[in-house]
């Protein structure tokens, strides 16, 4: 069992050339947010673009997209269909599943909702999609009903359930999975063949392949909706760079957590936020060595 720190950093993390283009440094397709959860998908679009992504793509359903689009300047939008109550329509997939081939990394699930329409759009990501994927969040509640769908995916993926979403995927109370946090994710991922990041105090990265990372950066003021949602964007962003999978997730943890403790170092733990956690991440590669 290893611990993560900066030298997983300067593994995953993608040195750029002085020549470099936007084009070498990876695109990422976020599949996320719906009518009254459009913050969670900004947040994870920022945090990824500080991640030094090159492109960043939005898929959104229309009824979010001026909100987003006056928060993001740096991406390209996609305004998609939506169901009468706001959610991603699954008449959107077959655009999904084609833009997915043009991409590098694909996130999946902030702010997405849990509805029939989201679970057929997730359902076929997984199965169809040749594209490195993260899912988060909604994605992975999606999942809970059916986790052996995770068997039939096509690449390789990324979860990052807090307590409450592992349990929900393993059919237990996060009480009990905060009694067994490694064993939990060490038996998930080789059930399923998925890098999973039990988050928490001490995240657990645990891979198919046996490897396991505890992280040890963060603290309590992280305890805030939307600090999962900055983790994923900054998960994808290095995957979607070309990192493989357990080093990105274990990168992303190491460098979120300290990002963390640098906002609190500055505001304190009961008044920080996770935008503040975005806007420290520039700060937490710089005492990584970038």
């Known amino acids: 069992m290893e611990q993560t720190d900066r030298n997983i950093v300067k593994k995953a993390v993608y040195r750029r050339s002085d020549d470099a283009n936007k084009g070498m440094l990876g695109s990422l397709l976020m599949i996320c947010g719906c009518y009254g959860m459009a913050g969670a998908a900004v947040m994870a679009g920022k945090a990824s673009l500080r991640c030094g992504i090159g492109l ?27 169901t009468d109550d706001g959610k991603l329509s699954k008449s959107n997939i ?17 702010g997405l ?3 029939d329409d989201t679970r057929a759009i997730v359902d076929s990501v997984i199965r169809n999609c040749e594209t490195p994927i993260v899912l988060d969040a909604d994605a992975l509640n999606c999942v809970a009903e059916n986790p052996d769908v995770l068997k039939n995916k096509k690449s390789e993926i990324i979860i ?11 059919g237990t109370n996060a009480q009990e999975v905060n009694r067994n946090r490694v064993k939990t994710a060490v038996d998930f991922a080789a059930k399923y063949g998925v890098v999973t990041v039990l988050k928490g105090a ?31 964007g900054m998960t994808a962003a290095l995957l979607a760079q070309g990192a493989n999978p357990c080093d990105a997730a274990a990168a992303a ?36 060595g970038f």
Not at 59 to 72: H, L, R, W
Not at 101 to 109: E, I, W, Y
């Open 94 to 110: 077959d655009f999904l599943l084609s833009e997915s081939k043009r991409s590098s990394a694909v996130l999946v699930g902030c």
């Open 160 to 170: 990052t359930p807090h307590p409450g979403e592992m349990a929900r995927l393993v």
């Open 202 to 232: 001490g995240t657990v990265i645990a891979s198919p392949d046996g490897r396991v990372l505890i992280n040890r950066t963060g603290n309590s003021g992280m305890a805030t909706g939307g600090s999962g949602d900055v983790l994923a």
């Open 56 to 82: 960043l793509k939005n898929a959104v359903v229309k009824s979010i997209y001026p909100i987003m689009a006056g928060q993001i300047y740096e991406s390209v939008f996609f305004p998609l269909d939506q």
């Open 253 to 288: 943890v190491y460098l979120h957590g300290l990002a963390g403790d640098i906002a609190a170092e500055k505001l304190g733990k009961i008044s920080m936020l996770p935008t503040d956690l975005i806007n420290e991440i520039s700060t937490a590669y710089r005492k990584c």
């Open 113 to 115: 909702s849990v509805c």
